[in-house]
């Protein structure tokens, strides 16, 4: 006898009533009687797609919830099916090898020479991308913007008018933080800034 699948058509075959497979249940039947269970214990309920893990059948559908991967995740973070079926990897580094505190006027333009700078013998990567954020006490942030290498050394940071000039007179907290390709993130330089009226501000 030829061995057939579970869907080549049978003459005079019966099949159990839809309402007493459970819903959950992959489909059944033959290639002519595709079925679907529709039965539900008293008390539960089909989860909803957006709940099933992508690709898993779930009633009549699949699930397209998608999690994110491991390296997307702080290291030692538990998460999935019951927050431990996966641990996350990704590691930030936040202790910076450079402490200093910076000076500048609100309002005022910080380019080419004027620029403000920072150097170290820990800033050796270059590839990469660098962010400047200040933020005072209450932890809002008042500027984010975009350092560059200048040398395997030197971090530079060019402000403008428009950057500066809406920023209070006040002591701020301030950091740099370089994020490699693989997402690590390490604090190269923090400290506190300064920022004081300027002249361009007073007098626009």
């Known amino acids: 006898?030829?061995?057939?699948?579970?869907?080549?058509?049978?003459?005079?075959a019966t099949y159990p009533a839809v309402s007493d497979v459970l819903a959950t249940a992959p489909v059944y039947g033959d290639a002519q009687n595709v079925l679907q269970g529709t039965f539900v214990p008293s008390g539960a309920t089909i989860p909803a797609v957006t709940d099933v893990r992508d690709g898993v059948a779930v009633g009549a559908g699949l699930g397209v919830l998608e999690l994110p991967v491991a390296s997307q995740v702080l290291l030692g973070v538990g998460y999935g099916a019951n927050g431990i079926e996966l641990t996350g990897t990704l590691k930030v580094d936040d202790d910076s090898d450079t402490t200093r505190d910076i000076t500048f006027n609100a309002g005022d333009d910080y380019l080419g020479s004027y620029a403000l700078s920072w150097e170290s013998d820990t800033f050796s990567p270059m590839t990469g991308t660098l962010y400047f954020t200040l933020v005072d006490d209450r932890g809002i942030e008042w500027l984010n913007a975009s350092p560059t290498y200048s040398s395997q050394t030197t971090i530079n940071l060019e402000l403008t008018h428009a950057d500066t000039k809406d920023i209070s007179s006040d002591v701020y907290?301030?950091?740099?933080?370089?994020?490699?390709?693989?997402?690590?993130?390490?604090?190269?330089?923090?400290?506190f800034c300064s920022v004081a009226m300027s002249y361009a501000n007073t007098n626009p």
């Open 1 to 12: 006898m030829a061995v057939v699948n579970s869907f080549a058509l049978f003459a005079s």
């Open 173 to 191: 907290r301030y950091g740099i933080r370089h994020v490699d390709s693989s997402g690590v993130v390490r604090t190269l330089v923090k400290g």
